[in-house]
């Protein structure tokens, strides 16, 4: 993307606000109360709500989508939000250990970890960036 503003020699002092030209990429004046499209740049997750819904368990490996270390519980759910498919994670507080999965915590789909917390995610909010 070109980041800058090409003058098309038709600009007035009330173009305050830009557009991305569909043709090039490149940013033009144009009228702040003009409607445009938007672009949905990236499904991602604005918001996630995690809750403990049990300790010292972790998702068996049918339900693993992937591990990782991590640094804080915080981090590990965002990774979890970046993945389509997760629905929790579990997080080690002795290894930092991240483990990414599909698990809802029923019956079969945990085991007995040592030291890990498994995280549900309760509420979801996905956006679209856009621009104007």
Do not use: W
């Amino acid at each position: 993307m070109n980041y800058a503003i090409a003058e098309s020699g038709d600009e007035s002092d009330d173009m305050d606000c830009f557009r991305i030209a569909a043709n090039d990429g490149s940013l033009r004046h144009a009228y702040c109360n003009s409607e445009m499209y938007y672009i949905c740049e990236k499904k991602s997750v604005a918001y996630n709500r995690f809750e403990i819904t049990s300790q010292n368990k972790s998702p068996t490996s049918e339900y693993v989508i992937r591990n990782l270390l991590s640094t804080t519980p915080g981090t590990c759910s965002l990774e979890c939000g970046n993945v389509d498919a997760c629905s929790s994670f579990s997080y080690n507080r002795k290894t930092n250990e991240c483990i990414i999965s599909t698990s809802t915590g029923q019956d079969g789909e945990l085991t007995d970890a040592e030291m890990v917390d498994f995280y549900l995610v309760t509420f979801s909010q996905a956006v679209c960036i856009t621009v104007n």
